[in-house]
């Protein structure tokens, strides 16, 4: 089976390439390492350096006749989406639909796609949300996601391409970009490990649902069943404020510092959890990894890349 992953040189793709060479799959990554980086490619998947957007998507298709379509490339940034919408929608909107064309045209079989369960529900009303839970994203970045998610139950009913959109919480683990705004575990790890006070925006009450990364991997090898088709989170059902991760990774660094806050920032939702009930009857999938053990695991990559 060959499979081709969009965004396989960023931090949840590369995870999800690993996993699916682990398993035999012959893997294609596709990716213009706007994010991602090429020492997170793995030396076994052929590699494409290419814009979602661009034409010679076309080629590749046709060449690779894939049967799935993994895809995770995307501007990741919710804030970047609230100051360029444009370019969010281009990316993720425009560019999904250059995927699925070719998909359709070169016989894809079946769409795995990030979706986002931080975003697509808006501020909750139910916690933890289940699918059912009424979506209205309050970002450029969580309608871009839900749009595709339209786009895929199109393709399904038009053409008969099975999809599975998976709603993650918020992945943590090994090889998220500490750099950007996104993704408060690896930016305070990395801090901390520099010997650097953390600041936590506002009053560090706002709540998200942590998931590591393997458990998000291992979702994208059960999503590849015909058994999982249409929309599922991927999340833990338990949430977990900022200042609990700044102290759980502040004593897991030696707990030199104090929490600090800064100003709250803008338009973020104050609390979002999510139960990933249906994706475990569909096929078994939960979590096994401990926040805690998940966060040892964050700090010891980044402890060993300082070493490196
Ligand atoms: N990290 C999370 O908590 C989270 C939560 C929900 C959904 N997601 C989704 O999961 C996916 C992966 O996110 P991530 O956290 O691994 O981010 P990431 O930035 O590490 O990975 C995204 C990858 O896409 C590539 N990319 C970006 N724009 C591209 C383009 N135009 N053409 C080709 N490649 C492009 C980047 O180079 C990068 O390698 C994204 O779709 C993201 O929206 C992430």
Same mark, same amino acid.
């Given at each position: 089976?060959?499979?081709?992953?969009?965004?396989?040189?960023?931090?949840?793709?590369?995870?999800?390439?690993?996993?699916?060479?682990?398993?035999?799959?012959?893997?294609?990554?596709?990716?213009?390492?706007?994010?991602?980086?090429?020492?997170?490619?793995?030396?076994?998947?052929?590699?494409?350096?290419?814009?979602?957007?661009?034409?010679?998507?076309?080629?590749?298709?046709?060449?690779?006749?894939?049967?799935?379509?993994?895809?995770?490339?995307?501007?990741?940034?919710?804030?970047?989406?609230?100051?360029?919408?444009?370019?969010?929608?281009? !990316?993720?909107?425009?560019?999904?639909?250059?995927?699925?064309?070719?998909?359709?045209?070169?016989?894809?079989?079946?769409?795995?796609?990030?979706?986002?369960?931080?975003?697509?529900?808006?501020?909750?009303?139910?916690?933890?949300?289940?699918?059912?839970?009424?979506?209205?994203?309050?970002?450029?970045?969580?309608?871009?996601?839900?749009?595709?998610?339209?786009?895929?139950?199109?393709?399904?009913?038009?053409?008969?391409?099975?999809?599975?959109?998976?709603?993650?919480?918020?992945?943590?683990?090994?090889?998220?970009?500490?750099?950007?705004?996104?993704?408060?575990?690896?930016?305070?790890?990395?801090?901390?490990?520099?010997?650097?006070?953390?600041?936590?925006?506002?009053?560090?009450?706002?709540?998200?649902?942590?998931?590591?990364?393997?458990?998000?991997?291992?979702?994208?090898?059960?999503?590849?069943?015909?058994?999982?088709?249409?929309?599922?989170?991927?999340? !833990?059902?338990?949430?977990?404020?900022?200042?609990?991760?700044?102290?759980?990774?502040?004593?897991?660094?030696?707990?030199?510092?104090?929490?600090?806050?800064?100003?709250?920032?803008?338009?973020?939702?104050?609390?979002?959890?999510?139960?990933?009930?249906?994706?475990?009857?569909?096929?078994?999938?939960?979590?096994?990894?401990?926040?805690?053990?998940?966060?040892?695991?964050?700090?010891?990559?980044?402890?060993?890349?300082?070493?490196?």
């Amino acid at each position: 089976m060959n499979i081709c992953v969009t965004g396989g040189a960023g931090f949840i793709g590369s995870h999800i390439v690993d996993a699916y060479i682990n398993q035999g799959y012959t893997v294609c990554i596709i990716d213009n390492l706007s994010g991602g980086t090429r020492g997170n490619i793995n030396e076994k998947a052929k590699f494409y350096e290419c814009d979602i957007t661009s034409p010679e998507i076309e080629k590749i298709f046709e060449h690779e006749r894939f049967d799935i379509l993994n895809h995770h490339a995307a501007q990741i940034d919710v804030r970047i989406s609230v100051r360029n919408p444009k370019f969010d929608a281009v !990316t993720n909107i425009i560019g999904g639909l250059n995927l699925y064309e070719f998909a359709r045209r070169f016989g894809v079989k079946k769409i795995i796609f990030a979706s986002s369960g931080g975003t697509v529900y808006g501020e909750q009303t139910e916690f933890p949300a289940t699918e059912n839970h009424t979506t209205n994203p309050i970002s450029p970045y969580g309608v871009s996601k839900l749009s595709n998610e339209h786009y895929l139950s199109y393709y399904k009913n038009e053409y008969g391409i099975d999809y599975a959109a998976l709603r993650y919480g918020n992945v943590f683990g090994p090889r998220q970009n500490p750099h950007g705004e996104a993704g408060v575990v690896a930016i305070f790890a990395k801090k901390l490990l520099e010997n650097t006070q953390p600041v936590i925006n506002g009053d560090g009450q706002n709540t998200r649902d942590y998931v590591y990364v393997a458990d998000v991997a291992a979702a994208n090898l059960a999503a590849i069943s015909e058994e999982v088709s249409g929309a599922y989170n991927v999340g !833990t059902g338990r949430e977990r404020t900022v200042t609990e991760i700044f102290d759980i990774l502040n004593n897991l660094t030696g707990g030199h510092f104090g929490r600090v806050h800064g100003d709250a920032k803008s338009g973020e939702q104050r609390r979002s959890v999510i139960s990933a009930a249906k994706l475990g009857a569909a096929c078994g999938w939960q979590p096994e990894t401990s926040f805690e053990v998940g966060l040892e695991r964050t700090v010891e990559f980044f402890r060993n890349i300082r070493r490196s």
